[in-house]
């Protein structure tokens, strides 16, 4: 059976105008969302079904879906660089991080990463988000509350390189400048055989990442990667690569929690 | 608090010697593990925590671990093409599956996939697991049970090219030669915004695919994707990109179902 | 001995503030090079050496360098799509073009490639490029003169699907949306194994362009091709590629005439 | 006019039957070339076109070709880790070097680089190839004989990390592990403007190359880079990359000589 899927107030929907033009909206009768090519108000989304387009005030068609994970990127406000969708997915499917998961992350930075584990734990899993950085933890605060997905994270202010006080953690993501100062509290706070997986943008710091992890000795499986996405362009008789595309963002390590014996 | 995490009868392990030697083991007394570097009794691993190493009968180390998402596809058989990690992991991301989600998939050929969905879905979630081939499904049956995971599955041999009296899925992921010959079905399965996945190795297909769901009117935010996955050898000093790589696998398309208007 | 390389009036010197600021002139006493960066008058540039640096009026420094073939992409005048120093350059490598080679070309679009062909078959050797775009020969012309290199090209208002009335060349170099439509012309202007490089921007170009060949009969060892190149930023312990990357440009169709039995 | 192209005794042959065996071959009656797809006496070869094919005693047909640059990789005696085409080709294009050029060139290794360089500066030019291992020397001094090339090289058993005694080239191309130490034996060699170009397997390597070029003050427009070369299996309808690539060669470094205010 089919449920009609209408859009009520209160709900979080994905405005898709084009690929440069995704706005994310908590509907909100009385509310606008000002676009540049035109707007639409908040009412005109009641009622309507998932997957339909309104037209804004000056015409253009937009689609009302649900926002995804990979939106989160082009819809979060950037603090620092954000984890790229090509990446997030890697990490998360070799993170081993399923529903029930209890996982760490350092730093929240945009929080898109955290939105991501958030979805994926489930409400009988938990995220715990380390950050030194209080406007990274407010701003993650409210996308989180946005996505009605708050009580499942908990957002704490605290330096990973010192021990972090929770132990048995399924997982733990570490995007930070020097994940190898955080060795040994995430060793300590992950479960044995449990998954560690750092983002890191040079190749200097993969480098001293898995250096650091094969000295520290509790780590193994270690592996360091580098993922690059390319879209095409699809016409019939012209299908080809797009001209432009990003070649860079970071390298991830991979990483299992051994037994030092 | 931690839980110790020792080894019981009936759990299942990856017995991890190195990356061409992964082994997953559901833990049975009286049965062996034969490997070219040595065997190894089950109930040597028993009372073992995760995360310890066990020696072969040639002395081997061999490390016990979880098996990951992304260790199915070294282990599971190989009864066609697999999807690799580095599109799996994109797809699902993409596809917003979480706990809960009600999912559909066809073909379902080695079961890599299946088995990463079911993953993912909880409890709480369903995959539809659709295929011509009975020896497939019986192939991720098996996969399925080793894993701990067949109640959230339902396998069918079934076309997909026709109905599938299935409808108000969240999303559908098409491994098969022709997914524009299912695109009504999935169309007719999927609910409004739902998202639709296709994994297509050759770039005819991709344009097939993408140009039936343009022609269709029901698909909107359509995209064409390349996922490229490089491994680094990292040592002090001599960091470098692997030399061999894994050049081309398949492409990913996708796409959300819009509201025909 | 060291010639000291002094610039001469009459010269073509490479004026080079940054990557973006890269300038071809021809010296030319009385002239000024303009910039956004300030202007040079000509005069200011005679009697410099190679190598040296000069400053614009706005006291910007610029060195003054010799003009090398991948610098022609960034310096020509573009009329058509040109081919990348990245492609041009594997594209020579594969033809076997040397000094003293005969060389057709098709079309000559920007000329980009006509200037790295005449400088590569030296004063002994012979371009023919052909064009039905009368501008687009006129450009080439202008380019070649600068140069110095038009005593070595041939420019042929003609279209290449038509017999050429020349035999015996060394390679023929093919950048034009219907390569297979050329094929029997270049196959009756090629000498036996001498090599045929097409260059196309889609996948189903590559795949018409092949089958043709296949078909034709008269070519062997075909090969098709993609280049890519990354560019790395370099930082005391933080290198890493460029974040942005041309992702696509064309795709390169090698091929050897053979003798049909 | 064509010329018939029949090969004579003396002729320098490829003899290809496909990409794994491609054989040069110094056309001698009496000698046999022997593969394991059956053997072909050279006498055989004699009077035949180029482009031509003939059966080894075995059936199998072979092609009787030119041999081009990229067939040195396939054909050489492999003493050290070879330049590959793909990084040969952009070297070569960048570093401007063409008929009459003079050329340096360090270490000769297994002399791929030594015998396109040879060829591309003519008869009028030169290179100098400076090698610390007198094997390298003898085996790159055999195949310039068998190509027709040596008078146009001069091997010198030399360390580049002591003065050269050459001045004034017009590029200079390292092939060493530390070319950071010869940049200023280099530096003296090279004209002013002229190029360098160095290849390196490790990140590490690139970085203190250009950072030793930074340092010294000698080098402009200094690039690191590197290609990737993807082939594309093409069938009708059915058109894709290869399966397995080549994921890492060496990076190249590219700078002019600039002078030192």
Do not use: C
Not at 9 to 20: A, C, F, K, Q, W
Not at 79 to 91: H, W
């Amino acid at each position: 059976m089919i449920t009609m899927d209408a859009i009520k107030p209160g709900d979080t929907v994905l405005v898709y105008i084009d690929d440069s033009r995704k706005f994310v909206v908590k509907v909100t009768p009385g509310k606008i969302l000002g676009t540049d090519k035109g707007f639409i108000k908040h009412e005109e989304l009641v009622g309507r079904l998932y997957g339909e387009a309104v037209a804004t005030s000056q015409g253009v068609k937009a689609l009302l879906l649900r926002p995804l994970r990979h939106d989160y990127s082009s819809t979060v406000r950037r603090i620092t660089q954000i984890i790229y969708p090509k990446d997030a997915s890697l990490m998360i499917y070799y993170s081993g991080v399923k529903p029930g998961s209890i996982v760490g992350e350092a730093g929240v930075g945009s929080g898109v990463l955290t939105l991501s584990l958030a979805e994926i734990v489930g409400e009988s899993g938990l995220v715990y988000g380390f950050d030194v950085n209080e406007k990274a933890l407010e701003n993650a605060k409210e996308h989180l509350e946005i996505h009605g997905l708050s009580s499942r994270v908990r957002l704490v202010k605290h330096d990973v390189r010192e021990p972090l006080g929770v132990a048995g953690l399924d997982a733990f993501f570490l995007d930070m400048p020097d994940p190898w100062n955080a060795l040994e509290s995430v060793y300590q706070a992950v479960k044995p055989a449990g998954t560690v997986l750092a983002y890191v943008p040079t190749v200097n710091q993969v480098e001293k990442t898995v250096l650091a992890m094969e000295r520290h000795g509790g780590f193994g499986d270690v592996h360091a990667y580098e993922t690059l996405l390319r879209e095409y362009s699809v016409e019939e008789g012209a299908t080809r690569p797009h001209t432009l595309m990003v070649g860079h963002t970071g390298f991830i390590v991979f990483a299992r929690k051994i037994m030092v014996s």
